[in-house]
């Protein structure tokens, strides 16, 4: 009974050791990585017994060629030397060691991830080595071409003269080109990495700009531009254009952000002047018509909102045609701006809106302002320019220029003046009125009107 017991073990175990051998042959000869056995004679002397069918289609050696031979018999011995160092190092340290090496095969030197791995007997002797070799050249020349490229783009970066930097998702800096590290270092900085990017945005201005970025991130924006007040040392807060460009990185959707920016101070002056020149009266320096119309409906609606008293002047030279057919036109150049710095030294408070209307006619808006108020205004503008005595001989009315002003008021700007007889263009239209009324009474005079 015992004997048949032994005989079923002894089977079982055949069985078993078929299978493992069925098992590693299958994988022997199909993996896709390159396998080798070394048989160990001597602690030095290393003899291959075969090569896998991977191993010779990726070094073109073939198994019977190189069975029982050593490395120096079919390899360069300066490559010999090499391998057998690792095989060496190997049995020296009695377990599976790995490491990269590079070996010419075919003509063509080819890289390679070495995991050698000892068979001992049962005394622990290392009498066998099985190598697995994976094939990484291309991996390799995958990776210097994207160190290249990267390389590449980093000099590119750096020889732009507009300043880059990039962050992550947070919008803390990962990154920055020489540009950038000039225009924002002083000695109290080494690096901006891990700094957020609102370290360098003007306090006041932050918001605004968290604002910008929540919109564009919800938006899911592909590019956006963001307008930011940076500080930079040695200066008042910059104006600056920040063109953004997210970026993904392995599948995540916020990854980061890519950001050029420009200095736009300059062109912000610029467009100011360019808007000053659009709404001033290019002789006499105060706004045109145009300018006044938008100012005034600013202040108009202030007024509304506050229940204010507004009052306007409407202010004309008197005969200026005679001056100017008299004196010639430069001269009459001269009387307008005279003129104009009159005015312009009554608006002497922020809701005071003083502008040439046209040709020789002028206007004030006086915010805030009831009907004496308004009259004392005019006295005063009328008065201070027959001071002047410029003359104008040939005036009916006095050898001197003189003016006529309509004036106009409201006494309480409320919800009750919100009808087309109350629009500040009808407004404006009374104190016209009066004014002609006061030219037609002879000129050199104040018509007045006062709205309840």
Request: aromatic share 8%; hydrophobic share 40%; proline share 3%.
């Amino acid at each position: 009974m015992s004997g048949k017991s032994n005989t079923n073990k002894v089977e079982q175990l055949q069985r078993e050791l078929e299978e493992c051998k069925y098992s590693f042959e299958t994988v022997y000869n199909t993996i896709d990585t390159a396998i080798f056995m070394i048989r160990v004679e001597n602690d030095s002397r290393f003899v291959f017994e075969g090569l896998n069918p991977a191993h010779e289609r990726l070094t073109g050696l073939k198994s019977d060629l190189v069975k029982g031979k050593t490395a120096h018999e079919f390899v360069p011995e300066e490559i010999a030397a090499q391998v057998e160092r690792n095989y060496i190092n190997c049995v020296l340290a009695g377990k599976t060691i790995e490491y990269e090496e590079s070996i010419p095969f075919e003509g063509k030197m080819t890289d390679w991830v070495t995991r050698l791995t000892p068979i001992k007997n049962n005394e622990g002797k290392v009498v066998r080595i099985i190598g697995a070799s994976t094939y990484i050249t291309l991996l390799k020349h995958a990776l210097q071409q994207a160190k290249e490229e990267r390389d590449f783009v980093y000099q590119l970066i750096n020889t732009l003269s507009a300043p880059v930097f990039y962050t992550d998702c947070n919008l803390i800096i990962a990154g920055y080109n020489n540009a950038f590290y000039r225009f924002f270092s002083d000695e109290t900085k080494s690096s901006f990495v891990g700094m957020s990017i609102f370290d360098l945005i003007e306090k006041e201005n932050i918001d605004a700009v968290k604002e910008q970025f929540i919109y564009h991130k919800e938006k899911q924006s592909d590019s956006f531009t963001i307008e930011a007040r940076m500080l930079v040392p040695g200066h008042e807060p910059v104006l600056m254009s920040m063109q953004c460009s997210p970026y993904e990185k392995d599948g995540q959707k916020c990854s980061g952000m890519v950001a050029a920016l420009t200095d736009i101070s300059e062109k912000e002056l610029k467009l100011r002047e360019l808007s000053e020149l659009a709404i001033k009266d290019a002789l006499t320096g105060l706004y045109n018509r145009r300018g006044f119309k938008e100012l005034a409906q600013r202040e108009w609606a202030n007024s509304l909102r506050n229940c204010l008293s507004v009052s306007i002047l409407m202010i004309d030279i008197d005969h200026f045609k005679i001056f100017n057919d008299t004196y010639g036109h430069p001269a009459g150049d001269e009387v307008l701006i005279k003129v104009a710095d009159v005015i312009n030294q009554s608006a002497r408070r922020p809701a005071d809106i003083a502008a040439r209307y046209g040709g020789e006619e002028f206007i004030l808006f006086l915010g805030n302002t009831k009907a004496n108020g308004a009259l004392t205004v005019a006295q005063r503008i009328q008065e201070s320019i027959r001071a002047m005595e410029i003359p104008n001989r040939n005036s009916p009315v006095l050898p001197y220029i003189t003016v006529s002003i309509g004036v106009t008021a409201i006494e309480v700007l409320d919800w009750h003046c919100l009808d087309d007889t109350h629009s500040l263009e009808m407004f404006i239209q009374k104190a016209d009125q009066l004014l002609y009324k006061a030219k037609e009474a002879g000129r050199n005079r104040i018509m007045c009107d006062i709205q309840p």
